[in-house]
Antibody, heavy 118, light 107 residues
Framework: QVQLVQSGAEVKKPGASVKVSCMAS????????IHWVRRAPGQGLEWMGW????????TYAQRFQGRVTMTRDSSNNTAYMELSRLKSDDTAVYYC???????????WGQGTLVTVSS | EIVLTQSPDFQSVTPKEKVTITCRASQSIGSSLHWYQQKPDQSPKLLIKYASQSFSGVPSRFSGSGSGTDFTLTINSLEAEDAATYYC?????????FGPGTKVDIK
């Protein structure tokens, strides 16, 4: 069965960077884009971007341009999302999600809580 | 950026009642609209893709309709396990965006 397993919770200081991993299993990793979505406390879902695991190319939401980098390691079926220059309002649960093929997100990771606090 | 608005923000419903949630897009998105359910401390789950196509394994009481700018998620005969927040999501243009969510509570 399809599974996306994310890395554990992180606590970071303002200005630092965080890298969250998402390990996929149960399907051909290079056959589906991986999207990253976050949910801040008391807020709704926010789309951050996607990576094409086949070629490694990524597309980011403009508001994260310059701060986010999405990569993958196809040998390990793992996608990564790195967010730099963290601010307190980056405190959120970060999710990876598989693109079924038409940009609908059919399987989600369990989420990774990133807390940014001095 | 396409803005999605949802109504209502919150709905308190008795079991077996019918629930209707609407999602309106700031410009036409064709049928590129998907619905998700998120329960507390869980990840979102895909319910409906492309406005009206049910995702595999989703109970038949969930259905979707609409195109262009106006969309509806209907839950027929609500069950207690349906207490959750429901989000719409457009994938018509970048950046993809989500609606603010509709919280459904069971009376």
């Amino acid at each position: 069965q399809v599974q996306l397993v994310q890395s554990g919770a992180e606590v970071k200081k303002p200005g630092a960077s965080v890298k969250v991993s998402c390990m996929a299993s149960g399907y051909t990793f290079t056959g589906h884009y991986i999207h990253w979505v976050r949910r801040a406390p008391g807020q709704g879902l926010e789309w951050m971007g996607w990576i094409n695991p086949n070629i490694g190319g990524a597309t980011y939401a403009q508001r994260f341009q310059g701060r986010v980098t999405m990569t993958r390691d196809s040998s390990n079926n793992t996608a990564y999302m790195e967010l730099s220059r963290l601010k307190s309002d980056d405190t959120a649960v970060y999710y990876c999600a598989r693109d079924e093929g038409g940009y609908d997100l059919d399987y989600w990771g369990q989420g990774t809580l990133v807390t940014v606090s001095s | 950026e396409i803005v999605l608005t949802q109504s209502p923000d919150f709905q308190s419903v008795t079991p077996k009642e019918k629930v209707t949630i609407t999602c309106r897009a700031s410009q036409s998105i064709g049928s590129s609209l998907h619905w998700y359910q998120q329960k507390p401390d869980q990840s979102p789950k895909l319910l409906i893709k492309y406005a009206s196509q049910s995702f595999s394994g989703v109970p038949s009481r969930f259905s979707g309709s609409g195109s262009g700018t106006d969309f509806t998620l209907t839950i027929n005969s609500l069950e207690a396990e349906d207490a959750a927040t429901y989000y719409c999501h457009q994938s018509s243009s970048l950046p993809h965006t989500f609606g603010p969510g509709t919280k459904v509570d069971i009376k």
